[in-house]
């Protein structure tokens, strides 16, 4: 009996060993794990960068996780920036930067909806985005297969959409189609 015994608290001393060695950190990992936090979070490095080109940043209005992409929004407009798979650092501002005096000036000469095109923002990777308003319920990039944009909400009756094309280069000119909330097409062309 007693080398049963003896077995049996060798046994608790190992398991209790394992245990604690197992879910103890290490002094080491946590180090590690301090020295890669960057100094400033991604949002305020955008923040800096979009405040360095175009006098201000607002706030920033859209984390894209999908496409890794950042929508700031400054006084005067709205700019795309394009972040790392890690989502930890900028990689680019996107230009040109959507104005919104620019769009409200030229509301009678385009419509509803107004938009840009940046060619190989990276490699496979284009971006077509601009504003619509919010009578325009739905849009459809036909000159790229009927694509249908992301969009999200600015302020007042004013929405960004924006789809990435996984190509260098956009089907030039970009043929869009916008629809009413009951299927009216209330815009289109190039």
């Known amino acids: 009996m ?23 950190p290490a002094k080491s ?10 100094s400033t979070s991604l ?7 979009v405040t360095a080109q175009f006098g201000d940043c607002k706030k ?7 496409s890794k992409l950042v929508f700031a929004q400054s006084s005067s407009g709205i700019v795309p920036v394009l972040t790392n798979r890690e ?3 900028m990689k680019k501002l996107i230009s040109p930067m959507m104005d919104f005096q620019e769009f409200r000036e030229e509301k009678v000469e385009r419509g509803h909806l107004d938009w840009r095109v940046n060619n190989q923002v990276q490699k496979n990777f284009s971006l077509i985005y601009g504003f619509a308003e919010d009578d325009v319920k ?3 990039i036909n000159s790229e297969g009927n ?15 924006y789809a990435v094309i996984p190509k260098n280069k956009v089907n030039m000119p970009v043929e869009v189609t916008a629809y009413h909330a009951n299927g009216q097409v209330i815009g289109g062309g190039d």
Request: aromatic fraction near 14%; charged fraction near 15%.
């Open 2 to 24: 007693s080398k049963n015994m003896l077995v049996a608290i060798l046994c608790l001393a190992l398991v209790g060993v394992m245990y604690f060695g197992m879910f103890r």
């Open 29 to 38: 990992a946590n180090t590690t794990a301090i020295s890669t936090i960057p």
């Open 43 to 49: 949002e305020e490095s955008i923040c800096e960068n």
């Open 60 to 66: 920033i209005l859209l984390f894209d996780n999908h």
């Open 87 to 89: 989502f930890t650092e």
């Open 138 to 140: 739905t849009i459809v």
């Open 147 to 161: 694509v249908q944009p992301n969009r999200f909400f600015v302020h007042d009756n004013l929405w960004v959409w």
